[in-house]
């Protein structure tokens, strides 16, 4: 047996098992390739779970969601209004105190309105937009929507950016009795190509963690404050 020594008592000797540099490398090379090589079989699922499931019902108005200024949301909803899902269409757009002054983001609305040949627009001010801005902006939406007794919208949505704006609006404007029904709006860009480009993995990997923010923080946060 050992003979006990004060050395023993604060200190005892252990054996450690390193890796070598053939393993990390290896490691790092499968850890690599293995995603790229299956790519076809979990970039589309988990791109879609960004998504809104698209439930296309006629509704009291249509609602863009105007954050990104895109073109294509315009010219869908030009289509669902003349396919007769909404007879009004809600452009939010930032607004000065003056209701009656111009700002850019409605003069760039005001383009792709006339481009899209928008009928039976309504535009939306929005006074402030302060952090977090989807929710605060969400807010100033409900509070139109009381006003012009409003009880269902379609809103029309980028495609990645769905999940996030369908629950934000799905938790503000249900607090205030309003049913909200999604339509994504994809472009180039899809849940089935996006791991092909640069841009669409930016894209992808920005929107989930700002849907994981939203989820997680901002939502839950929100309501316990509301709570008291």
């Not at 105007?66 to 909404?86: C, I, M, P, T, V």
């Not at 100033?140 to 495609?159: F, M």
């Not at 309003?178 to 841009?199: D, K, L, Q, R």
Request: hydrophobic share 45%.
């Amino acid at each position: 047996m050992r003979r006990q020594t004060w050395i023993n008592i604060f200190f005892r000797r252990s054996q450690c098992l390193k890796t070598t540099w053939t393993f990390r490398v290896a490691f790092v090379l499968l850890a690599t390739l293995i995603p790229l090589a299956t790519r076809s079989l979990w970039a589309p699922p988990f791109a879609r779970t960004l998504t809104c499931q698209e439930h296309l019902t006629p509704a009291d108005a249509i609602l863009i969601d105007n954050f990104d200024q895109n073109y294509l949301l315009f010219e869908r909803a030009a289509a669902l209004h003349n396919a007769g899902y909404g007879s009004r269409v809600l452009v939010p757009a930032s607004s000065s105190a003056d209701p009656q002054a111009p700002t850019l983001e409605k003069a760039i609305a005001d383009v792709m309105i006339r481009i899209a040949h928008l009928k039976s627009t309504e535009t939306v001010p929005i006074q402030e937009q302060l952090e977090p801005i989807s929710l605060n902006v969400a807010y100033q939406i409900r509070d139109y929507l009381r006003a012009e007794q409003i009880r269902s919208v379609l809103l029309v949505t980028s495609g990645f950016r769905a999940r996030r704006a369908a629950l934000i609006y799905g938790a503000i404007l249900g607090e205030g009795g309003v049913a909200v029904s999604c339509e994504p709006v994809f472009g180039t860009t899809t849940p089935e190509n996006w791991i092909g480009t640069w841009h669409g993995m930016q894209d992808v990997t920005l929107q989930f963690l700002k849907l994981n923010y939203y989820r997680m923080y901002v939502l839950p946060f929100d309501r316990r404050a509301a709570q008291r």
